[in-house]
Protein backbone atom coordinates (compact mmCIF):
# COMPACT_ATOMS: atom_id res chain seq x y z
CA UNK A 1 0.00 0.00 0.00
CA UNK A 2 1.18 3.79 -0.52
CA UNK A 3 2.16 4.66 3.17
CA UNK A 4 1.74 8.22 3.35
CA UNK A 5 -1.72 8.34 1.96
CA UNK A 6 -2.81 11.68 3.88
CA UNK A 7 -6.44 13.07 4.44
CA UNK A 8 -7.47 10.31 0.82
CA UNK A 9 -7.51 7.44 3.29
CA UNK A 10 -10.68 9.23 4.89
CA UNK A 11 -12.81 8.32 1.88
CA UNK A 12 -14.63 5.01 1.95
CA UNK A 13 -13.72 2.78 -1.17
CA UNK A 14 -15.74 3.00 -3.59
CA UNK A 15 -18.92 0.22 -4.28
CA UNK A 16 -19.11 -2.11 -6.95
CA UNK A 17 -21.72 -4.31 -6.17
CA UNK A 18 -24.10 -2.62 -3.74
CA UNK A 19 -25.82 0.59 -4.34
CA UNK A 20 -23.89 3.42 -2.50
CA UNK A 21 -26.92 4.22 -0.43
CA UNK A 22 -27.77 1.32 1.07
CA UNK A 23 -27.99 0.84 4.67
CA UNK A 24 -28.10 -2.37 6.80
CA UNK A 25 -32.15 -1.47 8.06
CA UNK A 26 -34.20 -4.11 7.13
CA UNK A 27 -33.81 -7.82 5.68
CA UNK A 28 -36.32 -6.91 2.86
CA UNK A 29 -33.89 -4.54 1.75
CA UNK A 30 -31.31 -6.94 1.60
CA UNK A 31 -32.14 -10.14 0.79
CA UNK A 32 -32.26 -9.11 -3.00
CA UNK A 33 -28.54 -8.60 -3.33
CA UNK A 34 -27.91 -11.92 -0.80
CA UNK A 35 -30.36 -13.61 -3.78
CA UNK A 36 -28.55 -12.10 -6.48
CA UNK A 37 -25.20 -13.47 -5.02
CA UNK A 38 -26.41 -16.73 -4.68
CA UNK A 39 -27.61 -17.08 -8.55
CA UNK A 40 -24.82 -15.72 -9.69
CA UNK A 41 -23.10 -18.05 -12.50
CA UNK A 42 -19.39 -18.98 -11.91
CA UNK A 43 -18.24 -19.98 -15.43
CA UNK A 44 -14.75 -18.95 -14.86
CA UNK A 45 -12.15 -17.96 -12.59
CA UNK A 46 -12.80 -14.61 -13.41
CA UNK A 47 -16.37 -15.14 -12.58
CA UNK A 48 -15.39 -16.65 -9.45
CA UNK A 49 -12.94 -13.55 -8.15
CA UNK A 50 -15.70 -11.31 -8.92
CA UNK A 51 -18.19 -12.82 -6.94
CA UNK A 52 -15.75 -13.06 -4.17
CA UNK A 53 -15.28 -9.28 -4.02
CA UNK A 54 -18.74 -8.61 -3.97
CA UNK A 55 -19.31 -10.50 -1.38
CA UNK A 56 -16.27 -9.11 0.74
CA UNK A 57 -18.09 -5.50 -0.06
CA UNK A 58 -21.47 -7.05 1.13
CA UNK A 59 -19.66 -8.79 4.17
CA UNK A 60 -17.95 -5.57 4.89
CA UNK A 61 -20.74 -3.51 4.81
CA UNK A 62 -23.10 -5.83 7.33
CA UNK A 63 -19.72 -5.78 9.44
CA UNK A 64 -19.56 -2.20 9.88
CA UNK A 65 -23.13 -1.79 10.69
CA UNK A 66 -23.10 -4.07 13.41
CA UNK A 67 -19.62 -2.12 14.99
CA UNK A 68 -21.37 1.02 15.20
CA UNK A 69 -24.62 -1.40 16.77
CA UNK A 70 -21.72 -2.39 19.06
CA UNK A 71 -19.77 1.00 19.40
CA UNK A 72 -22.95 3.13 20.25
CA UNK A 73 -24.16 0.48 22.69
CA UNK A 74 -21.14 0.00 24.71
CA UNK A 75 -20.58 3.99 24.65
CA UNK A 76 -24.05 3.96 26.33
CA UNK A 77 -25.86 1.57 28.01
CA UNK A 78 -28.31 3.67 29.62
CA UNK A 79 -30.02 4.25 26.17
CA UNK A 80 -32.44 1.11 25.20
CA UNK A 81 -32.26 2.53 21.34
CA UNK A 82 -29.03 1.40 21.38
CA UNK A 83 -29.22 -1.92 22.40
CA UNK A 84 -32.24 -1.88 20.24
CA UNK A 85 -30.71 -1.78 17.45
CA UNK A 86 -27.39 -3.92 18.43
CA UNK A 87 -30.66 -6.75 19.06
CA UNK A 88 -32.03 -6.11 15.80
CA UNK A 89 -29.06 -6.57 13.49
CA UNK A 90 -28.19 -9.59 16.39
CA UNK A 91 -31.65 -11.38 16.27
CA UNK A 92 -32.78 -10.42 12.94
CA UNK A 93 -30.35 -9.71 9.84
CA UNK A 94 -27.39 -12.13 11.21
CA UNK A 95 -29.97 -14.76 11.58
CA UNK A 96 -31.80 -14.84 8.07
CA UNK A 97 -28.67 -13.97 6.04
CA UNK A 98 -26.19 -16.61 8.23
CA UNK A 99 -27.84 -19.78 6.02
CA UNK A 100 -26.73 -17.67 2.63
CA UNK A 101 -23.20 -17.22 3.87
CA UNK A 102 -22.96 -20.93 4.13
CA UNK A 103 -24.22 -21.27 1.01
CA UNK A 104 -21.80 -18.99 -0.56
CA UNK A 105 -18.65 -20.88 1.65
CA UNK A 106 -20.18 -24.18 -0.01
CA UNK A 107 -20.47 -22.95 -3.23
CA UNK A 108 -16.96 -21.37 -3.43
CA UNK A 109 -15.38 -25.29 -2.19
CA UNK A 110 -17.43 -26.89 -5.15
CA UNK A 111 -16.34 -24.50 -7.97
CA UNK A 112 -14.07 -26.05 -10.07
CA UNK A 113 -11.90 -22.87 -10.58
CA UNK A 114 -11.35 -21.80 -6.44
CA UNK A 115 -8.04 -24.62 -7.11
CA UNK A 116 -6.55 -22.35 -9.78
CA UNK A 117 -7.13 -18.69 -6.54
CA UNK A 118 -4.41 -17.17 -6.10
CA UNK A 119 -2.77 -19.01 -2.72
CA UNK A 120 -1.51 -16.11 -1.30
CA UNK A 121 -4.57 -14.17 -1.58
CA UNK A 122 -6.86 -17.39 -1.06
CA UNK A 123 -5.17 -20.21 1.21
CA UNK A 124 -5.47 -19.46 4.27
CA UNK A 125 -9.41 -18.06 3.03
CA UNK A 126 -10.22 -21.23 1.97
CA UNK A 127 -9.04 -23.29 4.75
CA UNK A 128 -11.23 -21.61 7.17
CA UNK A 129 -14.67 -22.11 4.76
CA UNK A 130 -13.52 -25.56 5.71
CA UNK A 131 -13.80 -25.61 9.11
CA UNK A 132 -16.71 -23.42 8.75
CA UNK A 133 -18.75 -25.74 6.73
CA UNK A 134 -17.41 -28.64 9.37
CA UNK A 135 -18.88 -27.01 12.01
CA UNK A 136 -22.11 -25.17 10.66
CA UNK A 137 -25.85 -26.41 11.59
CA UNK A 138 -28.85 -24.49 10.71
CA UNK A 139 -29.97 -25.63 14.50
CA UNK A 140 -27.33 -23.48 15.73
CA UNK A 141 -28.32 -20.41 14.17
CA UNK A 142 -31.00 -19.19 17.11
CA UNK A 143 -28.69 -20.32 19.88
CA UNK A 144 -26.07 -18.27 18.38
CA UNK A 145 -28.00 -15.08 17.88
CA UNK A 146 -29.29 -15.99 22.05
CA UNK A 147 -25.92 -16.06 23.01
CA UNK A 148 -24.55 -13.15 21.24
CA UNK A 149 -27.30 -10.85 22.71
CA UNK A 150 -27.06 -12.59 26.03
CA UNK A 151 -23.84 -11.82 26.42
CA UNK A 152 -24.17 -7.97 26.39
CA UNK A 153 -25.82 -8.22 29.66
CA UNK A 154 -22.03 -8.20 31.27
CA UNK A 155 -21.14 -4.96 29.70
CA UNK A 156 -24.90 -3.49 30.75
CA UNK A 157 -24.73 -5.13 34.25
CA UNK A 158 -21.63 -4.08 35.42
CA UNK A 159 -21.77 -0.05 33.14
CA UNK A 160 -24.32 0.61 35.66
CA UNK A 161 -21.90 0.35 38.35
CA UNK A 162 -20.42 2.90 40.75
CA UNK A 163 -18.91 3.55 44.25
CA UNK A 164 -19.21 6.74 46.53
CA UNK A 165 -15.35 6.89 48.20
CA UNK A 166 -15.54 9.43 50.86
CA UNK A 167 -18.28 11.56 49.27
CA UNK A 168 -17.61 10.84 45.76
CA UNK A 169 -19.33 9.09 43.28
CA UNK A 170 -16.84 7.16 41.38
CA UNK A 171 -16.87 4.47 38.02
CA UNK A 172 -15.23 1.41 39.37
CA UNK A 173 -12.56 2.05 36.74
CA UNK A 174 -12.39 5.62 38.28
CA UNK A 175 -12.18 3.81 42.06
CA UNK A 176 -9.48 1.45 41.04
CA UNK A 177 -7.03 3.94 40.28
CA UNK A 178 -7.08 4.95 43.73
CA UNK A 179 -4.66 1.89 44.68
CA UNK A 180 -1.98 3.55 43.93
CA UNK A 181 -2.74 6.12 46.66
CA UNK A 182 0.14 6.46 49.05
CA UNK A 183 -3.17 6.54 51.90
CA UNK A 184 -3.23 2.64 53.03
CA UNK A 185 -6.65 3.33 54.52
CA UNK A 186 -8.29 4.96 51.59
CA UNK A 187 -6.43 1.59 49.86
CA UNK A 188 -8.44 -0.33 52.17
CA UNK A 189 -11.60 1.62 51.76
CA UNK A 190 -11.77 1.18 48.24
CA UNK A 191 -11.06 -2.37 48.12
CA UNK A 192 -13.55 -3.22 50.57
CA UNK A 193 -16.45 -0.67 48.64
CA UNK A 194 -15.63 -2.44 45.13
CA UNK A 195 -15.58 -6.13 46.67
CA UNK A 196 -19.38 -5.10 48.31
CA UNK A 197 -20.28 -3.45 44.50
CA UNK A 198 -19.45 -6.61 42.87
CA UNK A 199 -20.81 -8.73 45.70
CA UNK A 200 -24.24 -7.21 44.58
CA UNK A 201 -23.55 -8.83 41.20
CA UNK A 202 -22.29 -12.06 42.03
CA UNK A 203 -25.37 -14.42 42.11
CA UNK A 204 -27.06 -11.50 38.72
CA UNK A 205 -23.36 -13.03 37.19
CA UNK A 206 -24.08 -16.82 37.93
CA UNK A 207 -27.07 -16.89 36.55
CA UNK A 208 -25.77 -15.07 33.40
CA UNK A 209 -22.89 -17.70 32.72
CA UNK A 210 -25.27 -20.64 33.24
CA UNK A 211 -27.43 -19.46 30.95
CA UNK A 212 -24.50 -19.26 28.29
CA UNK A 213 -22.57 -21.91 29.31
CA UNK A 214 -26.08 -24.33 28.89
CA UNK A 215 -26.48 -22.49 25.40
CA UNK A 216 -22.56 -23.40 24.48
CA UNK A 217 -22.32 -26.58 24.87
CA UNK A 218 -25.67 -27.40 22.67
CA UNK A 219 -24.07 -25.91 20.52
CA UNK A 220 -21.07 -27.82 20.81
CA UNK A 221 -22.94 -30.99 20.68
CA UNK A 222 -25.02 -30.20 17.70
CA UNK A 223 -22.26 -29.66 15.79
CA UNK A 224 -20.57 -32.82 16.77
CA UNK A 225 -18.16 -31.93 19.25
CA UNK A 226 -17.50 -33.45 22.99
CA UNK A 227 -17.54 -29.97 24.44
CA UNK A 228 -17.45 -26.44 23.31
CA UNK A 229 -13.90 -25.73 24.03
CA UNK A 230 -13.11 -28.32 21.28
CA UNK A 231 -16.04 -26.60 19.26
CA UNK A 232 -14.24 -23.05 19.55
CA UNK A 233 -11.25 -24.08 18.68
CA UNK A 234 -12.54 -24.83 15.37
CA UNK A 235 -14.35 -22.14 15.41
CA UNK A 236 -11.41 -19.66 15.82
CA UNK A 237 -9.60 -21.73 13.24
CA UNK A 238 -7.11 -22.38 15.95
CA UNK A 239 -4.71 -24.75 13.01
CA UNK A 240 -1.63 -23.91 14.16
CA UNK A 241 -2.01 -25.27 17.88
CA UNK A 242 -3.86 -27.89 20.21
CA UNK A 243 -5.32 -27.35 23.79
CA UNK A 244 -2.52 -30.02 24.83
CA UNK A 245 0.01 -26.98 23.88
CA UNK A 246 -2.46 -24.95 26.24
CA UNK A 247 -1.83 -27.23 28.89
CA UNK A 248 2.03 -27.36 28.46
CA UNK A 249 2.28 -23.44 28.63
CA UNK A 250 -0.09 -23.12 31.71
CA UNK A 251 2.38 -25.63 33.16
CA UNK A 252 5.91 -23.51 32.10
CA UNK A 253 3.68 -19.94 33.31
CA UNK A 254 3.57 -22.17 36.76
CA UNK A 255 6.48 -23.30 37.05
CA UNK A 256 8.90 -19.82 35.42
CA UNK A 257 6.88 -16.57 36.51
CA UNK A 258 4.50 -17.81 39.85
CA UNK A 259 8.35 -18.20 42.09
CA UNK A 260 9.04 -14.78 40.25
CA UNK A 261 5.35 -13.20 41.36
CA UNK A 262 5.98 -14.49 44.82
CA UNK A 263 9.86 -13.00 45.10
CA UNK A 264 8.52 -10.00 43.71
CA UNK A 265 5.59 -9.78 46.22
CA UNK A 266 8.15 -10.66 49.16
CA UNK A 267 10.20 -7.77 48.10
CA UNK A 268 7.41 -5.31 47.64
CA UNK A 269 6.32 -6.13 51.41
CA UNK A 270 9.98 -5.59 52.80
CA UNK A 271 10.33 -1.98 51.13
CA UNK A 272 6.55 -1.28 52.45
CA UNK A 273 7.80 -2.55 55.82
CA UNK A 274 4.75 -4.38 56.17
CA UNK A 275 4.06 -7.29 58.60
CA UNK A 276 1.50 -8.60 55.95
CA UNK A 277 1.02 -7.71 52.29
CA UNK A 278 -2.55 -7.06 51.67
CA UNK A 279 -4.84 -7.25 48.28
CA UNK A 280 -4.85 -3.01 48.72
CA UNK A 281 -1.04 -2.84 48.94
CA UNK A 282 -0.08 -4.46 45.38
CA UNK A 283 -0.22 -1.10 43.33
CA UNK A 284 1.16 1.66 45.54
CA UNK A 285 4.99 2.77 44.62
CA UNK A 286 7.44 1.07 46.95
CA UNK A 287 9.25 4.27 47.42
CA UNK A 288 6.21 5.83 49.19
CA UNK A 289 5.82 8.24 45.55
CA UNK A 290 2.04 9.44 44.59
CA UNK A 291 0.51 7.99 41.68
CA UNK A 292 1.62 8.85 38.15
CA UNK A 293 -1.02 10.53 35.98
CA UNK A 294 1.25 10.93 32.68
CA UNK A 295 -1.76 13.10 30.74
CA UNK A 296 -4.85 15.01 32.36
CA UNK A 297 -7.33 14.47 29.48
CA UNK A 298 -8.06 12.48 26.89
CA UNK A 299 -6.86 15.26 24.47
CA UNK A 300 -3.53 15.19 25.96
CA UNK A 301 -3.39 11.57 25.62
CA UNK A 302 -4.17 11.65 22.11
CA UNK A 303 -1.91 14.26 21.43
CA UNK A 304 1.10 12.51 23.52
CA UNK A 305 0.33 9.26 21.85
CA UNK A 306 0.65 11.05 18.53
CA UNK A 307 4.49 12.22 19.22
CA UNK A 308 5.17 8.92 20.95
CA UNK A 309 4.28 6.63 17.55
CA UNK A 310 6.14 9.38 15.52
CA UNK A 311 9.45 7.94 16.62
CA UNK A 312 8.78 4.96 15.62
CA UNK A 313 7.05 5.74 12.09
CA UNK A 314 6.10 8.52 11.11
CA UNK A 315 2.55 6.59 9.16
CA UNK A 316 1.61 5.94 12.84
CA UNK A 317 1.70 9.21 13.66
CA UNK A 318 -0.62 10.17 10.60
CA UNK A 319 -2.90 7.24 10.96
CA UNK A 320 -3.80 8.52 14.59
CA UNK A 321 -4.59 11.87 13.45
CA UNK A 322 -6.76 10.57 10.55
CA UNK A 323 -8.84 8.98 13.71
CA UNK A 324 -8.66 11.82 15.47
CA UNK A 325 -9.85 14.13 12.64
CA UNK A 326 -13.31 11.68 12.39
CA UNK A 327 -13.70 11.41 15.63
CA UNK A 328 -12.63 7.76 15.87
CA UNK A 329 -12.07 8.04 19.59
CA UNK A 330 -14.17 7.25 22.64
CA UNK A 331 -11.60 7.25 25.88
CA UNK A 332 -13.56 8.81 29.00
CA UNK A 333 -14.66 6.90 31.55
CA UNK A 334 -18.38 8.06 32.60
CA UNK A 335 -21.14 6.19 34.10
CA UNK A 336 -23.51 4.09 31.89
CA UNK A 337 -19.94 3.15 29.26
CA UNK A 338 -19.47 -0.25 29.33
CA UNK A 339 -16.06 -1.31 31.02
CA UNK A 340 -12.84 -2.54 29.01
CA UNK A 341 -11.57 -0.80 26.00
CA UNK A 342 -11.12 -2.19 22.29
CA UNK A 343 -9.92 -1.09 18.98
CA UNK A 344 -12.80 -2.19 16.50
CA UNK A 345 -11.81 -1.99 12.77
CA UNK A 346 -14.51 -0.55 10.71
CA UNK A 347 -14.23 -2.65 7.70
CA UNK A 348 -16.07 -0.74 4.84
CA UNK A 349 -14.63 3.16 5.85
CA UNK A 350 -11.32 1.46 6.59
CA UNK A 351 -10.94 3.18 9.87
CA UNK A 352 -10.29 1.63 13.27
CA UNK A 353 -11.88 3.07 16.10
CA UNK A 354 -10.67 3.30 20.05
CA UNK A 355 -12.83 2.70 22.87
CA UNK A 356 -11.86 2.63 26.35
CA UNK A 357 -12.40 4.13 29.96
CA UNK A 358 -9.48 6.51 30.71
CA UNK A 359 -9.16 8.17 34.20
CA UNK A 360 -5.49 9.75 33.51
CA UNK A 361 -3.52 6.58 34.94
CA UNK A 362 -0.17 4.91 33.28
CA UNK A 363 -2.51 1.76 32.74
CA UNK A 364 -4.74 4.06 30.76
CA UNK A 365 -1.47 5.18 28.67
CA UNK A 366 -0.71 1.41 28.15
CA UNK A 367 -4.53 1.13 27.08
CA UNK A 368 -3.83 3.18 24.22
CA UNK A 369 -0.60 2.36 23.16
CA UNK A 370 -2.37 -1.17 22.91
CA UNK A 371 -5.32 -0.32 21.23
CA UNK A 372 -3.19 2.17 19.10
CA UNK A 373 -1.08 -1.20 17.98
CA UNK A 374 -4.13 -2.42 16.86
CA UNK A 375 -5.05 -0.08 14.82
CA UNK A 376 -2.09 0.68 12.92
CA UNK A 377 -1.98 -3.73 12.33
CA UNK A 378 -6.13 -1.89 10.69
CA UNK A 379 -4.07 0.53 8.75
CA UNK A 380 -1.06 -1.79 7.53
CA UNK A 381 -3.68 -4.42 6.02
CA UNK A 382 -6.37 -2.29 4.97
CA UNK A 383 -5.56 -2.63 0.83
CA UNK A 384 -5.83 -6.08 1.00
CA UNK A 385 -8.59 -7.38 -0.98
CA UNK A 386 -10.96 -9.45 0.59
CA UNK A 387 -12.20 -8.62 4.50
CA UNK A 388 -11.12 -12.07 5.51
CA UNK A 389 -7.60 -11.03 4.46
CA UNK A 390 -8.16 -8.43 7.16
CA UNK A 391 -9.51 -10.16 9.90
CA UNK A 392 -6.82 -11.55 11.71
CA UNK A 393 -6.20 -14.49 14.49
CA UNK A 394 -6.19 -12.67 18.15
CA UNK A 395 -2.60 -14.52 18.46
CA UNK A 396 -1.47 -12.29 15.59
CA UNK A 397 -3.66 -9.07 16.57
CA UNK A 398 -2.37 -9.26 19.93
CA UNK A 399 0.76 -9.27 18.81
CA UNK A 400 0.66 -6.41 17.06
CA UNK A 401 -0.73 -4.54 20.35
CA UNK A 402 1.25 -6.07 22.96
CA UNK A 403 4.82 -5.20 20.41
CA UNK A 404 3.04 -1.49 20.16
CA UNK A 405 3.28 -1.60 23.99
CA UNK A 406 7.01 -2.21 24.79
CA UNK A 407 8.25 -0.45 21.34
CA UNK A 408 6.31 2.88 22.39
CA UNK A 409 7.87 2.38 26.02
CA UNK A 410 11.21 3.96 24.82
CA UNK A 411 9.07 6.61 23.64
CA UNK A 412 7.24 7.57 26.49
CA UNK A 413 8.97 10.96 27.60
CA UNK A 414 6.31 13.29 26.03
CA UNK A 415 3.88 11.93 28.91
CA UNK A 416 7.03 12.40 31.79
CA UNK A 417 8.22 15.41 32.76
CA UNK A 418 10.62 13.80 35.36
CA UNK A 419 12.68 11.15 34.34
CA UNK A 420 12.60 9.03 37.61
CA UNK A 421 8.15 9.18 36.88
CA UNK A 422 9.49 7.25 33.78
CA UNK A 423 11.76 5.09 35.25
CA UNK A 424 8.90 4.07 37.24
CA UNK A 425 6.50 3.97 34.73
CA UNK A 426 8.79 1.33 32.31
CA UNK A 427 9.11 -0.73 35.32
CA UNK A 428 6.05 -0.85 36.82
CA UNK A 429 4.37 -2.14 32.73
CA UNK A 430 7.75 -4.56 32.65
CA UNK A 431 6.13 -6.27 36.01
CA UNK A 432 2.81 -6.10 34.74
CA UNK A 433 3.29 -7.69 31.53
CA UNK A 434 5.42 -10.49 33.40
CA UNK A 435 2.54 -10.94 36.18
CA UNK A 436 -0.33 -10.89 33.57
CA UNK A 437 1.06 -14.11 32.04
CA UNK A 438 -0.04 -15.86 35.44
CA UNK A 439 -3.28 -14.34 35.23
CA UNK A 440 -3.64 -15.35 31.56
CA UNK A 441 -2.91 -19.00 32.08
CA UNK A 442 -5.44 -18.88 35.36
CA UNK A 443 -8.22 -17.47 32.75
CA UNK A 444 -7.10 -20.18 29.90
CA UNK A 445 -6.90 -23.09 32.08
CA UNK A 446 -9.99 -22.68 34.12
CA UNK A 447 -12.25 -22.21 31.04
CA UNK A 448 -10.50 -25.27 29.68
CA UNK A 449 -12.30 -27.04 32.87
CA UNK A 450 -15.32 -25.08 32.43
CA UNK A 451 -16.24 -26.66 29.02
CA UNK A 452 -14.84 -29.96 29.89
CA UNK A 453 -17.30 -30.37 32.92
CA UNK A 454 -20.30 -28.33 31.61
CA UNK A 455 -22.60 -29.97 34.32
CA UNK A 456 -20.87 -28.38 36.65
CA UNK A 457 -22.53 -26.71 39.83
CA UNK A 458 -21.93 -22.84 41.23
CA UNK A 459 -20.01 -24.27 43.87
CA UNK A 460 -17.90 -26.68 41.55
CA UNK A 461 -17.13 -23.53 39.86
CA UNK A 462 -15.55 -21.76 42.73
CA UNK A 463 -13.86 -24.70 43.96
CA UNK A 464 -12.28 -25.36 40.81
CA UNK A 465 -11.11 -21.10 40.06
CA UNK A 466 -9.45 -21.84 43.58
CA UNK A 467 -7.87 -24.44 42.89
CA UNK A 468 -6.25 -23.41 39.31
CA UNK A 469 -5.27 -19.86 41.19
CA UNK A 470 -3.25 -21.91 43.90
CA UNK A 471 -0.71 -22.66 40.88
CA UNK A 472 -0.38 -18.88 39.54
CA UNK A 473 -1.39 -16.58 42.60
CA UNK A 474 1.11 -14.87 45.18
CA UNK A 475 1.80 -16.94 47.97
CA UNK A 476 2.58 -13.34 49.90
CA UNK A 477 -0.89 -11.54 49.61
CA UNK A 478 -2.25 -11.87 53.01
CA UNK A 479 -6.71 -12.94 52.05
CA UNK A 480 -7.60 -13.09 56.13
CA UNK A 481 -11.25 -11.59 56.55
CA UNK A 482 -11.86 -10.57 52.86
CA UNK A 483 -11.27 -14.20 51.01
CA UNK A 484 -15.16 -14.53 50.09
CA UNK A 485 -14.75 -12.14 47.20
CA UNK A 486 -11.38 -14.40 45.61
CA UNK A 487 -14.01 -17.48 44.34
CA UNK A 488 -15.86 -15.37 41.87
CA UNK A 489 -13.09 -12.92 41.14
CA UNK A 490 -13.14 -15.05 37.42
CA UNK A 491 -16.13 -12.66 36.83
CA UNK A 492 -13.92 -9.69 36.18
CA UNK A 493 -12.90 -11.11 33.09
CA UNK A 494 -15.10 -10.16 30.33
CA UNK A 495 -13.93 -12.65 27.86
CA UNK A 496 -15.30 -15.32 29.79
CA UNK A 497 -18.52 -13.86 29.15
CA UNK A 498 -18.42 -12.51 25.95
CA UNK A 499 -15.60 -14.21 23.90
CA UNK A 500 -14.85 -17.68 25.70
CA UNK A 501 -11.36 -18.96 25.11
CA UNK A 502 -9.84 -15.52 23.48
CA UNK A 503 -7.58 -14.95 26.15
CA UNK A 504 -4.20 -17.27 25.73
CA UNK A 505 -3.75 -14.95 22.87
CA UNK A 506 -2.52 -12.64 24.77
CA UNK A 507 -0.47 -14.86 26.69
CA UNK A 508 1.52 -16.54 23.03
CA UNK A 509 1.35 -12.49 22.11
CA UNK A 510 3.15 -11.14 25.21
CA UNK A 511 6.18 -13.61 24.66
CA UNK A 512 6.24 -12.88 20.95
CA UNK A 513 6.06 -9.20 22.17
CA UNK A 514 8.47 -9.31 24.64
CA UNK A 515 10.76 -10.59 21.51
CA UNK A 516 10.60 -7.88 19.17
CA UNK A 517 11.30 -5.51 21.93
CA UNK A 518 14.16 -7.37 22.61
CA UNK A 519 15.05 -6.80 18.76
CA UNK A 520 13.93 -3.21 18.70
CA UNK A 521 16.71 -2.76 21.37
CA UNK A 522 19.30 -3.34 19.56
CA UNK A 523 18.02 -2.91 15.88
CA UNK A 524 14.56 0.07 15.98
CA UNK A 525 14.60 0.51 12.32
CA UNK A 526 14.67 -3.03 11.10
CA UNK A 527 12.15 -3.64 13.91
CA UNK A 528 9.68 -1.80 12.76
CA UNK A 529 10.35 -2.75 8.92
CA UNK A 530 9.77 -6.22 10.19
CA UNK A 531 6.70 -5.78 12.11
CA UNK A 532 5.00 -3.72 9.53
CA UNK A 533 5.61 -6.58 6.30
CA UNK A 534 4.18 -8.99 8.97
CA UNK A 535 1.15 -6.85 9.69
CA UNK A 536 0.50 -5.79 6.06
CA UNK A 537 -0.10 -9.66 5.34
CA UNK A 538 -2.97 -9.79 7.56
CA UNK A 539 -3.81 -13.09 7.72
CA UNK A 540 -2.69 -14.44 4.50
CA UNK A 541 -0.21 -16.82 5.90
CA UNK A 542 0.12 -18.73 8.72
CA UNK A 543 0.26 -17.89 12.36
CA UNK A 544 4.06 -19.31 12.62
CA UNK A 545 5.33 -17.83 9.26
CA UNK A 546 3.58 -14.32 10.33
CA UNK A 547 5.39 -14.52 13.83
CA UNK A 548 8.38 -15.12 11.67
CA UNK A 549 8.20 -12.31 9.39
CA UNK A 550 8.12 -9.83 12.20
CA UNK A 551 11.46 -11.58 13.29
CA UNK A 552 10.85 -14.03 16.33
CA UNK A 553 9.06 -17.56 16.93
CA UNK A 554 6.10 -18.90 17.61
CA UNK A 555 6.44 -21.43 20.46
CA UNK A 556 5.08 -22.00 23.90
CA UNK A 557 7.97 -24.13 24.85
CA UNK A 558 9.31 -23.45 29.26
CA UNK A 559 12.46 -23.05 27.71
CA UNK A 560 11.47 -20.11 25.31
CA UNK A 561 8.99 -19.23 28.66
CA UNK A 562 12.06 -18.94 31.03
CA UNK A 563 14.76 -17.24 28.03
CA UNK A 564 11.93 -14.29 27.64
CA UNK A 565 11.21 -13.98 31.43
CA UNK A 566 14.72 -13.76 31.81
CA UNK A 567 15.08 -10.97 29.74
CA UNK A 568 12.58 -9.01 31.06
CA UNK A 569 13.79 -9.67 34.84
CA UNK A 570 17.00 -8.21 33.67
CA UNK A 571 15.31 -4.82 32.29
CA UNK A 572 13.46 -4.58 35.52
CA UNK A 573 16.36 -5.02 37.87
CA UNK A 574 17.79 -2.24 35.85
CA UNK A 575 14.79 -0.33 36.67
CA UNK A 576 15.38 -0.89 39.68
CA UNK A 577 18.60 0.24 40.53
Known amino acids: MSLHTGPAILVKKKRHFLPDNLAVTSWAAWEPYFIKLRDQPLTSLQDLEKWLLDISELESVFSETQAWNYIHMTGDTSKPEYEEAFNHFAMELEPMSAPFFHLFHQRITDCPFSTQLNPDVYSIYLRSIKSELRIYRKENIPLLTEIDVLSQDYAKILGQK ?5 GEELTLQKASSLFKSTDRALREEVFHKLQESRKESVDVLDDLFDRLLKLRHQVAVQAGFDNYRDYTFAAYGRFDYTPADCFKWHDAIAKEITPWVNKSDEQRKQQLKLEVLRPWDTEVDTGGKSAMFPFRNSRELIDKT ?9 NFAEWLQIMDKMGFFD ?10 GYNYYLQESGVPYIFM ?14 EGGHAMHSFLSRDLPLKENKDVPSEVAELASMSMELMSMEHWDPFFDNPDDLRRAKK ?15 VDQFQHWIY ?16 FSSNYESKVIDWSGVEEGKGTSWQRQLHIFEVPFYYIEYG ?17 KGTVDQYMEALKLGYTRPIGELYKRAGIKFEFSGAYVKELAEFIKVEIDRLSE
Open 357 to 370: NSVGTVRDLVTMVH
Open 306 to 314: IICFSHLHP
Open 162 to 166: SVTIR
Open 508 to 524: FAQLGAIAIWRNYRSDP
Open 452 to 467: ENPQHTRDERKAAWLR
Open 428 to 442: EHLEKALRSLSWIAL
Open 331 to 340: LDSRKGKAPG
